[in-house]
């Protein structure tokens, strides 16, 4: 069965820095694409960034390029999410997300706060 497991968000001040990391399990990791989305209150989820399987090519949303780096290590099978120059407007719940056999799995997500 697939896991996914986020961790390393927290609270942090406008400017800061958070490096959030996903854990997979339970798929060859190294074969599928993977994804970062991200949830504010209130508002629909949308995708942050994502990276192929061997991490060849990455994408992001124009709100976050510049700032966000996604990348993997395909031997921990663990995804990264390294943010730097956090604004409020990225505070929101971080999931990790893979499409394996036609499904989407989610983490359970971790959540950033950029506030003062």
């Known amino acids: 069965q697939v896991r996914l497991v986020e961790s390393g968000g927290g609270l942090v001040q406008p400017g800061g820095s958070l490096r959030l990391s996903c854990a997979a399990s339970?798929?060859?990791?190294?074969?599928?694409?993977m994804n970062w989305y991200r949830q504010a209150p209130g508002k629909e989820r949308e995708v942050v960034a994502t990276i192929t399987g061997s991490g060849d090519i990455t994408n992001y949303i124009d709100s976050v390029k510049g700032r966000f780096t996604i990348s993997r290590d395909n031997v921990r099978n663990t995804v990264y999410l390294q943010m730097i120059s956090l604004k409020p407007e990225d505070t929101a719940r971080y999931y990790c997300?893979?499409?394996?056999?036609?499904?989407?799995?989610w983490g359970q997500g971790t959540l950033v706060t950029v506030s003062s």
């Open positions: 997300n893979v499409r394996y056999r036609s499904m989407d799995y």
């Open positions: 339970g798929l060859n990791f190294r074969l599928f694409s």
